[in-house]
């Protein structure tokens, strides 16, 4: 009987944040930091939990169609076609789906390396920037010249 009305108030109380720098400047000669600022709480997105339990029902259905076709011996079923959370962004680069947060980071590492992967099929064409060509050896000149040399030695 009396847990229920205590549990009732305890419930609709809002509680106050723990500060441990507080407690801890407590008889010290440290000043009380300036309270903390609550942070802005970001704006909820809909949900799409209806639009993610279709596609839930449209696979599992899909998997019962392949085990009933795998039973019978028949062909298969072509799959699904897959789903894109439309919050997420793609990478113009590479084609792959990111949250906000890791494509951010993503797109940045992959603009790098698309980068680099472009530079390195370049070809270079200015004779600086070239490796010197290995010269073409002419064995014949070289016989010639052991020859003359074993014929003056003799």
Known sequence: KKHVPICQRTATKKRKTFDSSRQRAEGTDIPTVKPLKPRPEPPKKPSNWRRKHEELLAAIRAAKGVDQVLKEGGKLPPPPPPSYDPDYIQCPYCQRRFNENAA???????????????????????????????????????????????????
């Open 104 to 154: 951010d980071r993503h797109i940045t590492f992959c603009k790098e390396q698309a980068a680099r992967i472009a530079n390195k099929g370049k070809v270079v064409t200015d004779a600086k920037g070239k490796l010197p060509t290995r010269s073409q050896v002419n064995y014949a000149a070289i016989l010639n010249l052991k020859v003359f040399f074993m014929f003056i030695c003799q």
